[in-house]
């Protein structure tokens, strides 16, 4: 998740969690979303798929259409790996949790190594998935 944006403008002695959410602790923080949505509406989001694998073949009106089908293809060919949720209100607040600002990543375990598809250079952090 690409936090550089949000921890700059931390407040002076602010801490910011990235909420790790995996299988065993999904209902509690779906729990604690449920209790900060209504007050943090504004939701922005984040995802990780495995790389790009593949490029579209043909031709494109523009770059942007290019770029956007080499990303539809992608998505449509890979595993969802993450999840980022931020949530902000009106003024771009974060909720705290637990004392500390919070915002969510939630983990999906579906994706694997040995017999998904995925880029090699974009699986550097490889431990994490099985």
Known sequence: MV????????PSGQTLRVREVWQDNLDD????I????DDYPYIAMDTEFPGVVARPVGNFKSSGEFIYQ??????????LIQLGLTF??????LPHCSGELAVWQFNFREFRLATDIYAQDSMSSS???H
């Open 3 to 10: 936090l550089e944006g949000l921890t700059s403008k931390l």
């Open 29 to 32: 923080e779906l729990e604690a």
């Open 34 to 37: 449920r209790s900060i949505v």
């Open 70 to 79: 080499t990303l539809r293809c992608n998505v449509d060919m890979l595993k």
């Open 88 to 93: 902000t209100d009106k003024d771009g607040n």
């Open 127 to 129: 431990s994490t998935w």
